[in-house]
């Protein structure tokens, strides 16, 4: 009787051993998933600042080139703002690719191609003030239209 008590004893050790190795697992399993979801979002969400960032950089930089197109400022002075505006157009490239990558939501993809593509016009718009003005908001109004589909995209996935 002693035995089979003991044999009892024993298996419900290793029994609830188990039973509790299977739950740790599945919590670590839960923590792990989670730690992954947080790191992606944070992915998510730099590869949207990141080229919010570097949009406006580039936005900024195409209006100062076009001003000095307009006021007529020297050659030299117009071929280092093109040399910038080309450094920072190539800026744009990873973080618009990052996000590629990791947002498929289609609004924040249209968003940010609309984004890009009114930026890069306006270099199209050095043609009179008003032009340049006219495409600096439009762009600027897509960058905040970027902005604002990022948020509500962040605000569904929370």
């Known amino acids: 009787m002693e035995l089979l008590v003991a044999v009892i004893a024993i298996a419900g050790t290793l029994l609830g051993a188990f039973v509790s190795g299977k739950f740790q697992e599945r919590a670590a399993g839960r923590t792990e998933s989670a730690v992954r979801g947080d790191q992606l979002r944070r992915d998510r969400l730099e590869a949207v600042t990141n080229l919010a960032e570097v949009i406006s950089t580039h936005r900024s930089l195409m209006w ?10 020297g050659t030299e002075h117009i071929d280092d703002l093109r040399a910038q505006t ?7 490239t990873r973080p618009l690719v990052a996000l ?43 960058c905040d239209d970027f902005v604002e589909a990022a948020a509500a995209y962040f605000a569904r996935t929370a």
């Open 86 to 92: 080309q450094e920072s157009r190539s800026q744009v």
């Open 100 to 142: 590629r990558i990791l947002i498929t939501d289609p609004a924040i993809r249209t968003a940010a191609d609309r984004m890009v593509t009114l930026t890069y016009a306006m270099r199209d718009a050095y043609t009179t003030a008003e032009a340049l003005t006219r495409a600096r908001e439009d762009a600027k109004t897509a």
């Open 64 to 73: 100062r080139r076009g001003d000095a197109v307009l006021e007529g400022a």
